[in-house]
């Protein structure tokens, strides 16, 4: 057997370091380091002198937190232990580790392939081989962000997490296109619903009103959760795959008065886009103190949102939809304006964990690099959140948004071509991230999944209640769409095309 090469690394180090007999300095290598037994470290010439300023700790750390990653290459290392004996404080410093991750075209292998034939998909260098996943979230995703998690234990008051968490908010302010300093970006270990939670117990006060504009399934759902912390809830519903209209939307902000307005971006169980933006202005114009809240779980990230310039008041979101970070993070841009709303609530808030009495300050001081505590964060994802968001950010909002758009009407297309209709029938009422798609008569979706499972490719069934075996769910956003490398889509389109022609015959259709 071969030794590892964290093996031989360990014998060489131990033989050179234990060896050396009571004297202070032992030489190591050629490169003019000298390690002292105290746990200091001696460079000859020019370098000469022990290695505590914060760019030369970083670089040490940098080194021996990229050799545990055990991955190659690996660079020289310096240092006779895998972690530091006598950490010093500065040492606490962030680790980007290597981007190594090589796209990877293959075969699937069985059960997800039954013959030679059968489309390949796209499998990233440190991944295992699966099923790719284009569902309406979680998503695929990157390989940085995935290793990104790998990250060394670390404390979350410590300098290096409160800088990587001060970014990563700073960064949610440019996902939302938000400049204004009165609203406050929230990172919260929970779920896209804790969001709800936040809203309801926070910004609406027990027997004040509140207008939802029902699109599907999760309207509902946050009808229930606002009802439950004591507001009354009217609903605004359109038929199923529509949205309501601007005047029924006018006519009810004129009736009485309510203190907010939610409205679901991208229902994920129609596939239903509402224009935010309009529904912005209408409030703005009709009821001007009505807070606007969007539920944007299923559109941050592919969808446009310009939070200051359409006078928003909430967007709610989770990390695993196009925003491509792993589940477990819930994630809200606040207003000035519901901010104040907030400060001057009657009533505490009718929640603890969820009280922004609790977050606010803990937000604005880690967003000022200053270590705070109320409930300990997600370190990993809050690391996962920070790489997907500088991948983001890096090139303008708008070239997202119109990739999404692109991927979109491709799929659509293809799905017309198939002779498939979808829910959203309407084009300004379909969303970009993901599809609805109504099966042909005498299939449900149990005839079809399979089929795309067994070709590397899951889908969604349906979700809304009133016919959640009649249709399937297309999800297209995130890495599978911004990565040119990866041929999610295409693989998925005949994927679905082989499924369906499958499912037909085996039922004589």
Same mark, same amino acid.
């Given at each position: 057997?071969?030794?590892?090469?964290?093996?031989?690394?360990?014998?060489?180090?131990?033989?050179?370091?234990?060896?050396?007999?009571?004297?202070?300095?032992?030489?190591?290598?050629?490169?003019?380091?000298?390690?002292?037994?105290?746990?200091?470290?001696?460079?000859?010439?020019?370098?000469?002198?022990?290695?505590?300023?914060?760019?030369?700790?970083?670089?040490?750390?940098?080194?021996?937190?990229?050799?545990?990653?055990?991955?190659?290459?690996?660079?020289?290392?310096?240092?006779?232990?895998?972690?530091?004996?006598?950490?010093?404080?500065?040492?606490?410093?962030?680790?980007?580790?290597?981007?190594?991750?090589?796209?990877?075209?293959?075969?699937?292998?069985?059960?997800?392939?039954?013959?030679?034939?059968?489309?390949?998909?796209?499998?990233?260098?440190?991944?295992?081989?699966?099923?790719?996943?284009?569902?309406?979230?979680?998503?695929?995703?990157?390989?940085?962000?995935?290793?990104?998690?790998?990250?060394?234990?670390?404390?979350?008051?410590?300098?290096?997490?409160?800088?990587?968490?001060?970014?990563?908010?700073?960064?949610?302010?440019?996902?939302?296109?938000?400049?204004?300093?009165?609203?406050?970006?929230?990172?919260?270990?929970?779920?896209?619903?804790?969001?709800?939670?936040?809203?309801?117990?926070?910004?609406?006060?027990?027997?004040?009103?509140?207008?939802?504009?029902?699109?599907?399934?999760?309207?509902?759902?946050?009808?229930?959760?606002?009802?439950?912390?004591?507001?009354?809830?009217?609903?605004?519903?359109?038929?199923?795959?529509?949205?309501?209209?601007?005047?029924?939307?006018? /006519?009810?902000?004129?009736?009485?008065?309510?203190?907010?307005?939610?409205?679901?971006?991208?229902?994920?169980?129609?596939?239903?886009?509402?224009?935010?933006?309009?529904?912005?202005?209408?409030?703005?114009?009709?009821?001007?103190?009505?807070?606007?809240?969007?539920?944007?779980?299923?559109?941050?990230?592919?969808?446009?949102?310009?939070?200051?310039?359409?006078?928003?008041?909430?967007?709610?979101?989770?990390?695993?939809?196009?925003?491509?970070?792993?589940?477990?993070?819930?994630?809200?841009?606040?207003?000035?304006?519901?901010?104040?709303?907030?400060?001057?609530?009657?009533?505490?808030?009718?929640?603890?964990?969820?009280?922004?009495?609790?977050?606010?300050?803990?937000?604005?001081?880690?967003?000022?690099?200053?270590?705070?505590?109320?409930?300990?964060?997600?370190?990993?994802?809050?690391?996962?959140?920070?790489?997907?968001?500088?991948?983001?950010?890096?090139?303008?909002?708008?070239?997202?948004?119109?990739?999404?758009?692109?991927?979109?009407?491709?799929?659509?297309?293809?799905?017309?071509?198939?002779?498939?209709? /979808?829910?959203?029938?309407?084009?300004?009422?379909?969303?970009?991230?993901?599809?609805?798609?109504?099966?042909?008569?005498?299939?449900?979706?149990?005839?079809?999944?399979?089929?795309?499972?067994?070709?590397?490719?899951?889908?969604?069934?349906?979700?809304?209640?009133?016919?959640?075996?009649?249709?399937?769910?297309?999800?297209?956003?995130?890495?599978?769409?911004?990565?040119?490398?990866?041929?999610?889509?295409?693989?998925?389109?005949?994927?679905?095309?082989?499924?369906?022609?499958?499912?037909?015959?085996?039922?004589?259709?």
């Amino acid at each position: 057997m071969v030794p590892s090469t964290n093996f031989l690394l360990f014998l060489f180090f131990f033989s050179v370091f234990f060896l050396s007999g009571t004297s202070r300095r032992t030489k190591v290598g050629a490169a003019g380091v000298r390690l002292n037994l105290d746990g200091g470290i001696t460079l000859d010439g020019a370098s000469r002198g022990k290695l505590t300023s914060p760019s030369q700790a970083t670089q040490r750390l940098s080194l021996i937190s990229r050799h545990l990653d055990q991955r190659l290459p690996l660079p020289e290392l310096n240092t006779p232990f895998s972690t530091e004996r006598n950490s010093l404080p500065s040492d606490d410093l962030e680790y980007n580790p290597l981007h190594r991750s090589t796209t990877i075209t293959t075969p699937l292998p069985p059960p997800f392939s039954s013959s030679p034939n059968t489309s390949t998909s796209t499998i990233m260098s440190t991944q295992a081989p699966h099923s790719t996943l284009l569902i309406p979230g979680p998503i695929e995703f990157d390989d940085a962000v995935l290793q990104s998690m790998a990250h060394y234990a670390e404390s979350h008051v410590g300098p290096g997490f409160v800088k990587t968490f001060g970014e990563t908010l700073s960064m949610v302010r440019k996902l939302f296109q938000s400049t204004d300093p009165a609203a406050q970006p929230i990172v919260v270990s929970g779920s896209g619903t804790l969001g709800w939670d936040i809203v309801a117990s926070n910004l609406v006060e027990k027997g004040e009103n509140a207008l939802v504009l029902h699109t599907g399934y999760f309207a509902d759902s946050f009808a229930t959760c606002l009802e439950t912390y004591g507001a009354n809830a009217t609903q605004i519903k359109a038929p199923i795959g529509d949205r309501p209209s601007f005047e029924q939307i006018e /006519q009810a902000l004129k009736e009485k008065p309510y203190k907010v307005v939610t409205i679901t971006h991208v229902d994920t169980s129609t596939g239903v886009l509402s224009d935010i933006k309009r529904v912005a202005e209408i409030v703005r114009r009709v009821s001007p103190e009505t807070l606007v809240v969007v539920d944007g779980v299923c559109s941050v990230g592919c969808e446009e949102i310009a939070f200051d310039a359409w006078d928003i008041d909430v967007v709610l979101t989770a990390s695993q939809k196009a925003i491509g970070c792993p589940p477990g993070l819930s994630i809200l841009m606040l207003s000035g304006r519901a901010v104040n709303v907030f400060q001057n609530r009657k009533t505490p808030p009718a929640a603890y964990y969820a009280s922004l009495a609790n977050w606010l300050p803990i937000m604005k001081n880690y967003e000022s690099f200053k270590p705070s505590y109320f409930a300990t964060p997600a370190t990993q994802l809050v690391h996962a959140l920070h790489t997907t968001l500088s991948q983001i950010t890096a090139r303008p909002m708008p070239e997202r948004f119109a990739a999404h758009a692109q991927a979109s009407a491709r799929v659509k297309a293809a799905i017309e071509g198939l002779g498939l209709q /979808q829910l959203a029938a309407k084009p300004e009422n379909q969303a970009h991230a993901m599809t609805a798609i109504w099966l042909p008569e005498g299939l449900a979706a149990p005839d079809v999944l399979p089929g795309l499972l067994k070709r590397g490719v899951i889908f969604a069934a349906g979700l809304h209640k009133e016919c959640p075996t009649k249709y399937i769910r297309f999800g297209h956003m995130g890495v599978s769409v911004t990565d040119p490398a990866r041929k999610d889509i295409d693989n998925a389109l005949a994927a679905l095309k082989d499924a369906l022609a499958d499912a037909k015959q085996a039922k004589g259709l």
